[in-house]
């Protein structure tokens, strides 16, 4: 993409109502902008690490055996009426009647609709396990969004429902989950602890959060510090599913609300971190809350019946586009990890207009996507300073800087946006280092 040809409005001003850096340089870097209270308008490169996070979710959802579906943001109220979660949800819920005077709502989660559609399809053991999942934007009135995208009222999750046949099977789907958030989050390029955590208005008894660590998380939580860096899992066969869990749920990790401060005084006094987290993700076992009033039942192998366990596994695919930039910036903006970076390389041509440097520049840019890389151009006729500094805000991995004082002597300046090294490579030589980074 040429930067004449994009639309990237950055904004030189850091705007008053952002405290966080997450939120800050989002604003800055034109990745978003604000409609009302908590709801945003995706810019382009905002939506383009949006759809890249939300497609890792996806791929780690579809290893993990789940299966992609998609249901409506409004739904009936019916359905909520029917397991008492209309009145109990409370005005998180933004409620809409249409011109019947029927009640609807703007989903919130879809725990009671997907359980009315199950119920209507499946009858009998043979259909189960089932892990179906969506990715579709919720709306929460929250008291307090803040934050930018991190606490919104409109956000994007995706969440999964499993259905089973007894609790054993249910804590196996329950497992798989477990592994697949450790692998997606660890491809994300962050650190997400598991920890024990309250059910709020999904329910429960089984549940996990996970969190990253961060100072600017709402979060205030006690973990054993060996939990942090311990590597992902990768794939794991069905035997070894408990055994991975027990594996992180056996050392000490809660959040404030689920917090035992004696259980935590028994982790030894070096290992003993507290610290505040963002919550990336929230997994759930509630066995037969909502399958028992909707009566969502199946025939068992001895011919009775029997109410289905669910389990419900959502992940914050918005909140990550800022939990990732609070894990990863410097005081001159955002440090994109690979994976989801919106570009993968700058190119900043110093002279604009200049047919040495524009011949150069074109060139690499041809060659860069010729080998199946997304580079960002900075053809805009601007001081080299201005250039710098909105290349450093946007934060792509590694940059090209093409002037003519390196053309004399034949070469670019390649610089790494998270170390600040730079090099001096021929075209050829930028070509080879760029590309081996991306392979
Ligand atoms: C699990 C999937 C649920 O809603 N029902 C379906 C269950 N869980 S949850 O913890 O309430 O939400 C799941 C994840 O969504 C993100 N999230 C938010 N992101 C941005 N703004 C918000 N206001 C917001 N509320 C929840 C969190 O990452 C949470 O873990």
């Known amino acids: 993409m040429r930067l004449t040809d994009y639309f990237l409005p ?77 009145d109990a949800y409370g005005p998180e819920m933004l409620r809409i009647k249409d011109r019947g005077d029927r009640e609807l709502l703007y989903g919130p989660t879809n725990e009671d609709m997907i359980t009315d559609m199950f119920r209507g399809y499946v009858k009998s053991y043979k259909d189960l396990p089932k892990c179906l999942y969506h990715i579709q934007w919720k709306f929460r009135d929250e008291r307090r969004p803040r934050f930018g995208v991190m606490r919104g009222r409109e956000f994007l999750m995706k969440d999964a429902y499993s259905f089973d046949i007894d609790k054993d099977a249910a804590v196996k789907s329950y497992n798989r989950q477990f592994v697949a958030y450790l692998n997606t989050y660890a491809r994300l390029g962050l650190k997400a602890v598991p920890m024990r955590a309250d059910t709020g208005p999904i329910g429960g008894d089984l549940s996990h959060e996970f969190l990253i660590l961060a100072d600017t998380g709402e979060s205030e939580v006690f973990c054993h510090k060996d939990l942090v860096d311990m590597a992902a899992p990768g794939v794991v066969s069905d035997d070894d599913l408990q055994a991975v869990v027990d594996s992180r749920t056996s050392l000490y990790a809660a959040t404030d609300e689920m917090h035992d401060a004696d259980a935590f005084a028994k982790v030894p006094a070096d290992k003993q971190l507290s610290a505040r987290g963002i919550e990336v993700g929230h997994i759930f076992y509630f066995g037969t809350k909502y399958s028992e009033p909707m ?145």
């Open 10 to 86: 950055v904004l030189k001003e850091t705007p008053a109502e952002a405290t966080i850096a997450s939120h800050q340089f989002m604003l800055r870097a034109g990745m978003v902008k604000q409609d009302s209270a908590g709801i945003y308008i995706w810019l382009p490169m905002g939506l383009k690490v949006l759809r890249k996070i939300e497609n890792i979710v996806r791929e780690e959802q579809d290893k993990a055996g789940a299966i992609e579906m998609l249901m409506p943001t409004i739904q009936s109220a019916a359905h909520w009426k029917e397991t008492g979660r209309y």
């Open 295 to 439: 009566k969502a039942a199946v025939q068992t192998p001895d011919g009775k019946t029997a109410n289905i366990h669910m389990g419900s596994y959502g992940v914050g695919v918005s909140r990550l586009v800022g939990g990732i930039i609070e894990a990863s910036h410097d005081k001159d903006g955002i440090i994109w990890p690979k994976a989801v970076t919106p570009f993968d390389v700058g190119i900043i041509n110093l002279k604009v207009g200049d047919d040495a440097a524009d011949a150069a520049c074109e060139d690499l840019y041809a060659k860069l996507k010729a080998a199946g890389l997304d580079p960002l151009y900075d053809d805009r006729d601007d001081r080299g300073g201005q250039k710098f500094a909105r290349m450093d805000l946007i934060g792509l991995p590694y940059q090209i800087v093409v002037g003519p004082r390196g053309l004399k002597d034949g070469v670019f300046e390649v610089k790494d946006r998270a170390t600040g090294e730079k090099q001096s490579l021929t075209p050829a030589a930028t070509l080879d280092f760029i590309t081996a980074q991306f392979s």
